[in-house]
């Protein structure tokens, strides 16, 4: 068996890779990393809604407890920003979230935090790899004990990570603008961790919400947990017909956001980052840099030249804009996939709190997102961005990773090529800010391509450019 460590940790289909002695196999790994660096570590727990999720995390607390490791295990689950506040806020040496996010429901997956409450670093990440390969080569077993064990030795308890991540989340909207105006918003967890604390949390910061696709399914209602507009039809219609002014929808562990306008169009999360980024500094007045992925909208970078923020890109993955968010002087920061941050919270993206803050962008302006999307476009023109993904064998992406260092897009596009940045992949910026960019994955038989341009026949152009080279 192979593991693959992504971006944010390991997963796996359930059952096929993702098995419970697997589980196991990684939790010791993870184990030996914390008690190389300190003989009585403490460890936070969590897990989703997923099948049998709460009997995997079971499993990571009975082996951290077989390696003397005291385990605080959430008494639910937990949407992963709320354990990865608790991982902070407690003073635990790491956090670990039993969780596959966004992806089709055959899949599970386990997620690493760090002490500070966000994506381990790399040089974590690294770290347990390198444990894990050497345990796997010598045929180390793991530790573990029996529940009751642990729990008579006082190396496992059960806890509620909810309510002092729901105060902290409050603490950082402004309750009394919302409450002036009480906007109804439909909250929709998608069947996901935040089910039933998406809805209090909205009504608790002054809306009124009705909350759907709130019970525990296993396949997520048949639609995978990830907000964006082709999984949000229920979310669109419900909004239409109840008249609602916001749609808000995050993924299956809480993290990444989508949301619904009061025209019933779906709102991006690139359309997000650039509002928010109006909110926080026309209305709030707040300062500091903006840190995005190669692969977020350009619209960020001209909106910050014109509020007079500094931009800092990285590559893909919110680990790397928790990397800048933890030196300091970051005013907001985000990435393509739905995953947002703002000043004052733990280094980590959170769906929760960019829905609130959106309730809040309403009651501030008194208009809904469509309408203050209209007044972006009047003011900076139109993005219209597209993200394709083209699974390739393992040979295939070689090859791709080999042409890309000759690849010159310009000559079918009848122009050239303004700027080349490698950040990571290849991004081809043009003289109008349009671009292209092809990224082979690092993690998977995967080629993902990604455009933005002002109109959509420009789009289709540079999509098909893209596809064009992948398929060879």
């Given at each position: 068996?192979?593991?693959?460590?992504?971006?944010?940790?390991?997963?796996?289909i359930?059952?096929?890779?993702?098995?419970?002695?697997?589980?196991?196999?990684?939790s010791?790994?993870?184990?030996?990393?914390?008690r190389?660096?300190?003989?009585s570590?403490?460890?936070?727990?969590?897990?989703?809604?997923?099948?049998?999720?709460?009997?995997?995390?079971?499993?990571?607390?009975?082996?951290a407890?077989?390696?003397?490791?005291?385990?605080?295990?959430?008494h639910?689950?937990?949407?992963?920003?709320?354990?990865a506040?608790?991982?902070?806020?407690?003073?635990?040496?790491?956090?670990?979230?039993?969780?596959?996010?966004?992806?089709?429901?055959?899949?599970?997956?386990?997620?690493?935090?760090?002490?500070?409450?966000?994506?381990?670093?790399?040089?974590?990440?690294?770290?347990?790899?390198?444990?894990?390969e050497?345990?796997?080569?010598?045929?180390?077993?793991?530790?573990?004990?029996?529940?009751?064990?642990?729990?008579?030795?006082?190396?496992l308890r059960?806890?509620?990570?909810?309510?002092?991540y729901?105060?902290?989340?409050?603490?950082?909207?402004?309750?009394e603008?919302?409450?002036?105006?009480?906007?109804?918003?439909?909250?929709?967890?998608?069947?996901?961790?935040?089910?039933?604390?998406?809805?209090?949390?909205?009504?608790?910061?002054?809306?009124?919400?009705?909350?759907?696709?709130?019970?525990?399914?296993?396949?997520?209602?048949g639609?995978?947990?990830?907000p964006i507009?082709?999984?949000?039809s229920?979310?669109?219609?419900?909004?239409?017909?109840?008249?609602?002014d916001l749609?808000?929808?995050?993924?299956?562990d809480?993290?990444?956001?989508?949301?619904?306008?009061?025209?019933?169009?779906?709102?991006?999360?690139?359309?997000?980052?650039?509002?928010?980024?109006?909110?926080l500094?026309?209305?709030?007045?707040?300062?500091?840099?903006?840190?995005?992925?190669?692969?977020?909208?350009?619209?960020?970078?001209?909106?910050?030249?014109a509020?007079?923020?500094?931009?800092?890109?990285?590559?893909?993955?919110?680990?790397?804009v928790?990397?800048?968010?933890l030196?300091?002087?970051?005013?907001?920061?985000?990435?393509?996939?739905g995953?947002?941050?703002?000043?004052?919270?733990?280094?980590e993206?959170?769906?929760?709190?960019?829905?609130?803050?959106l309730?809040?962008?309403?009651?501030?302006?008194?208009?809904?997102?469509?309408?203050?999307?209209?007044?972006?476009?009047?003011?900076?023109?139109?993005?219209?961005?597209?993200?394709?993904?083209?699974?390739?064998d393992?040979?295939?992406?070689?090859?791709?990773?080999?042409?890309?260092?000759?690849?010159?897009?310009?000559?079918r596009?009848?122009?050239?090529?303004?700027?080349i940045?490698?950040?990571?992949?290849?991004k081809?910026?043009?003289q109008?800010?349009?671009?292209?960019?092809i990224?082979?994955?690092?993690t998977?038989?995967?080629?993902?391509?990604y455009?933005?341009?002002?109109?959509?026949?420009?789009?289709?152009?540079?999509?098909?450019?893209?596809?064009?080279?992948?398929?060879?």
């Amino acid at each position: 068996m192979k593991f693959v460590f992504g971006t944010d940790g390991w997963r796996d289909i359930i059952a096929d890779g993702f098995t419970f002695e697997n589980v196991r196999v990684v939790s010791q790994a993870v184990c030996d990393y914390h008690r190389a660096r300190n003989l009585s570590p403490r460890i936070a727990l969590g897990y989703d809604t997923r099948f049998l999720s709460d009997l995997f995390a079971e499993n990571v607390a009975l082996v951290a407890a077989g390696n003397g490791i005291q385990v605080t295990m959430s008494h639910s689950f937990v949407p992963t920003p709320a354990l990865a506040y608790e991982t902070y806020s407690g003073g635990y040496d790491g956090g670990i979230m039993i969780t596959a996010s966004h992806n089709p429901p055959q899949y599970n997956g386990f997620k690493v935090k760090a002490s500070f409450g966000g994506s381990a670093p790399p040089e974590t990440v690294d770290g347990i790899s390198r444990i894990l390969e050497d345990n796997l080569g010598r045929k180390r077993g793991h530790e573990m004990l029996r529940r009751e064990e642990a729990q008579e030795r006082g190396l496992l308890r059960r806890h509620n990570m909810v309510e002092k991540y729901r105060q902290h989340l409050v603490s950082l909207v402004d309750t009394e603008r919302i409450c002036a105006t009480s906007p109804r918003v439909c909250a929709d967890p998608m069947y996901g961790a935040a089910q039933g604390f998406l809805g209090s949390l909205l009504e608790e910061v002054g809306c009124r919400v009705e909350e759907i696709n709130s019970e525990q399914n296993p396949i997520f209602g048949g639609v995978n947990p990830e907000p964006i507009a082709k999984n949000l039809s229920k979310l669109r219609s419900r909004v239409l017909a109840g008249g609602f002014d916001l749609g808000i929808a995050v993924d299956g562990d809480g993290d990444r956001v989508g949301a619904i306008d009061e025209r019933g169009n779906f709102v991006n999360s690139h359309q997000i980052f650039a509002l928010l980024l109006r909110q926080l500094v026309k209305n709030k007045g707040l300062d500091g840099s903006v840190v995005r992925t190669i692969s977020t909208t350009s619209l960020i970078d001209l909106m910050a030249e014109a509020y007079g923020k500094k931009v800092l890109v990285t590559p893909v993955g919110f680990k790397y804009v928790a990397q800048h968010i933890l030196k300091g002087g970051v005013l907001m920061g985000g990435e393509e996939s739905g995953g947002i941050w703002v000043q004052g919270h733990i280094p980590e993206r959170d769906g929760a709190l960019m829905g609130c803050l959106l309730a809040e962008l309403i009651s501030y302006e008194g208009r809904g997102l469509g309408e203050l999307l209209d007044d972006l476009r009047k003011e900076y023109g139109e993005f219209l961005y597209w993200r394709g993904d083209v699974e390739v064998d393992e040979g295939r992406k070689r090859e791709i990773q080999k042409e890309l260092s000759f690849f010159d897009p310009g000559p079918r596009l009848g122009e050239k090529v303004k700027e080349i940045s490698r950040i990571d992949g290849l991004k081809y910026i043009f003289q109008d800010h349009s671009w292209l960019m092809i990224r082979p994955s690092g993690t998977e038989h995967v080629v993902r391509i990604y455009a933005e341009a002002s109109s959509e026949e420009r789009l289709k152009n540079l999509m098909e450019v893209g596809l064009d080279f992948v398929r060879g």
